[in-house]
């Protein structure tokens, strides 16, 4: 009696511990067993930690305070669900359909809030225009006329305010998506950018949890015609010091954002101002850094361990052996691809010749579509089949797909192409 008191006292000591917790209940069909879960940092997931099923139900203790996006993904069926915490117990039920997710039940009163207010956004923004055109084809008087009209004013209407001290998230969320992004459409409405600076450098913790980061920093570049790039960032770095955490991620952000719109020489000029920080830096941007360096001209490619390869009987990446490979990180549903990988084919066999292999990594998430896309590439493909939750993602710094590298014979980086025409150049078959 007394080893089960103590172990019962252990358990209740932890659970005392725990902040809040996540609970995800599944019909007992579906077949995944692992999940994980994640927070947010600007626009980074962020690994909290891993369950297994127990009866169908996973339960994640959260052991601190937390208000933001939150997220657990399902490794074995590649099913996401996102919600929200407000440092509160969190409760969905999840329908699930030939190992997908259908619907998503919110057993908490702030996710079902949250909920209710997304959906009544999407119909305004979505649905609302349709309707209005519609109606001036019914008259008011018919019954269908009348409903229209019912359906209007219901969608036209404002939504009640969210009680700041109730739904503190929630609160921050809407108030601020609505000021600084909601109303691009309405030029008198727009905010300019020592607005979105002041908001930045006085916002609270959930600025970074809340997912507003990426797109507030996208319209504060934006803002105005921008045509002084550089001063404009400098101005936010001044303001918010790339020696505090927030400067940091703010930093680590303008440069993916550099990165994705393929701005080269900003993204350049602020990851040498990371690379030269001397201060402690946090693991937010060591993790931009990192991936970066992994990808930079002369490095060495990471190696990877392939999953499920096609074509080949190399166990990674640095099995391949030839004198030059073609790094290609592609996806099935990939408009880019689908007008570039031909190219790439009409040339497979002249690029053997010249003893250089190609090498596909895909970003798919169905496995029907990549293995029938694959059945016409007869170079090495494989996938892990998570899309963009795939470990290559973040290490070779991957934004876009297409992305192409070209390595030497000892998997050194010597080209960096940025369309399968400047892959034909360099081999000079074009």
């Given at each position: 009696m007394k080893k089960i008191y103590t172990l019962s006292a252990v358990l209740a000591a932890f659970m005392m511990q725990a902040q809040f917790t996540v609970t995800i209940q599944t019909?007992?069909?579906?077949?995944?067993?692992?999940?994980?879960?994640?927070?947010?940092?600007?626009?980074?997931?962020?690994?909290?930690t891993q369950e297994k099923s127990k009866n169908n139900?996973?339960?994640?203790?959260?052991p601190s305070n937390y208000m933001g996006m939150m997220k657990v993904y399902f490794p074995g069926t590649n099913n996401t669900v996102n919600f929200i915490s407000e440092n509160?117990?969190?409760?969905?039920?999840?329908?699930i359909q030939n190992n997908k997710i259908k619907e998503i039940a919110y057993l908490d009163e702030a996710n079902e809030l949250m909920s209710k207010q997304q959906e009544g956004s999407q119909k305004k923004e979505l649905i609302l225009p349709a309707l209005t055109q519609i109606k001036e084809y019914y008259k008011d008087n018919t019954d269908f006329g009348k409903a229209l009209r019912t359906e209007i004013d219901r969608l036209s209407g404002k939504s009640a305010p969210i009680d700041a001290a109730s739904h503190p998230f929630i609160s921050y969320y809407n108030t601020n998506y609505s000021k600084f992004l909601g109303n691009s459409a309405d030029p008198s409405k727009k905010v300019d950018q020592d607005e979105i600076i002041n908001f930045i450098d006085k916002s609270n913790d959930m600025l970074?949890?809340?997912?507003?980061?990426?797109?507030?920093?996208?319209?504060?570049?934006?803002?105005?015609?921008?045509?002084?790039?550089?001063?404009?960032?400098?101005?936010?770095?001044?303001?918010?010091?790339?020696?505090t955490p927030r400067g940091q991620t703010v930093l680590s952000e303008l440069i993916d954002i550099f990165d994705a719109y393929q701005m080269d020489?900003?993204?350049?000029?602020?990851?040498?101002?990371?690379?030269?920080?001397?201060?402690?830096?946090?693991?937010?941007?060591?993790?931009?850094?990192?991936?970066?360096?992994?990808?930079?001209?002369?490095?060495?490619?990471?190696?990877?361990?392939?999953?499920?390869?096609?074509?080949?009987?190399?166990?990674?990446?640095?099995d391949v052996k030839a004198d030059k490979k073609v790094?290609?990180?592609?996806?099935?549903?990939?408009?880019?691809?689908?007008?570039?990988?031909?190219?790439?084919?009409?040339?497979?066999?002249?690029?053997?010749?010249?003893?250089?292999?190609?090498?596909?990594?895909?970003l798919d998430v169905d496995k029907n579509s990549y293995t029938k896309k694959i059945a016409a590439f007869p170079w090495v493909n494989d996938s892990e089949l998570r899309g963009w939750n795939s470990s290559y993602v973040d290490t070779y710094n991957v934004h876009a797909t297409p992305t192409y590298f070209i390595l030497d014979a000892n998997n050194k980086i010597i080209n960096k192409p940025e369309h399968v025409g400047d892959v034909l150049d360099y081999f000079k078959l074009k």
């Amino acid at each position: 009696m007394k080893k089960i008191y103590t172990l019962s006292a252990v358990l209740a000591a932890f659970m005392m511990q725990a902040q809040f917790t996540v609970t995800i209940q599944t019909p007992a069909d579906f077949k995944d067993q692992d999940a994980i879960l994640y927070t947010l940092n600007g626009s980074r997931d962020i690994i909290v930690t891993q369950e297994k099923s127990k009866n169908n139900t996973w339960t994640f203790k959260y052991p601190s305070n937390y208000m933001g996006m939150m997220k657990v993904y399902f490794p074995g069926t590649n099913n996401t669900v996102n919600f929200i915490s407000e440092n509160k117990n969190v409760n969905l039920k999840l329908d699930i359909q030939n190992n997908k997710i259908k619907e998503i039940a919110y057993l908490d009163e702030a996710n079902e809030l949250m909920s209710k207010q997304q959906e009544g956004s999407q119909k305004k923004e979505l649905i609302l225009p349709a309707l209005t055109q519609i109606k001036e084809y019914y008259k008011d008087n018919t019954d269908f006329g009348k409903a229209l009209r019912t359906e209007i004013d219901r969608l036209s209407g404002k939504s009640a305010p969210i009680d700041a001290a109730s739904h503190p998230f929630i609160s921050y969320y809407n108030t601020n998506y609505s000021k600084f992004l909601g109303n691009s459409a309405d030029p008198s409405k727009k905010v300019d950018q020592d607005e979105i600076i002041n908001f930045i450098d006085k916002s609270n913790d959930m600025l970074e949890s809340s997912s507003l980061l990426r797109p507030l920093l996208v319209a504060y570049l934006n803002s105005g015609g921008n045509t002084n790039v550089t001063a404009s960032v400098d101005k936010l770095l001044d303001r918010l010091k790339v020696e505090t955490p927030r400067g940091q991620t703010v930093l680590s952000e303008l440069i993916d954002i550099f990165d994705a719109y393929q701005m080269d020489e900003f993204k350049n000029k602020y990851l040498s101002l990371a690379k030269n920080l001397k201060c402690t830096i946090t693991d937010r941007l060591a993790s931009t850094l990192k991936s970066n360096a992994n990808v930079e001209m002369g490095a060495a490619f990471p190696n990877y361990k392939f999953q499920s390869p096609a074509n080949t009987t190399a166990k990674s990446l640095y099995d391949v052996k030839a004198d030059k490979k073609v790094i290609v990180f592609w996806s099935s549903t990939c408009s880019h691809c689908e007008s570039e990988l031909p190219k790439l084919l009409d040339k497979y066999n002249d690029l053997k010749a010249k003893n250089v292999q190609i090498v596909g990594l895909s970003l798919d998430v169905d496995k029907n579509s990549y293995t029938k896309k694959i059945a016409a590439f007869p170079w090495v493909n494989d996938s892990e089949l998570r899309g963009w939750n795939s470990s290559y993602v973040d290490t070779y710094n991957v934004h876009a797909t297409p992305t192409y590298f070209i390595l030497d014979a000892n998997n050194k980086i010597i080209n960096k192409p940025e369309h399968v025409g400047d892959v034909l150049d360099y081999f000079k078959l074009k």
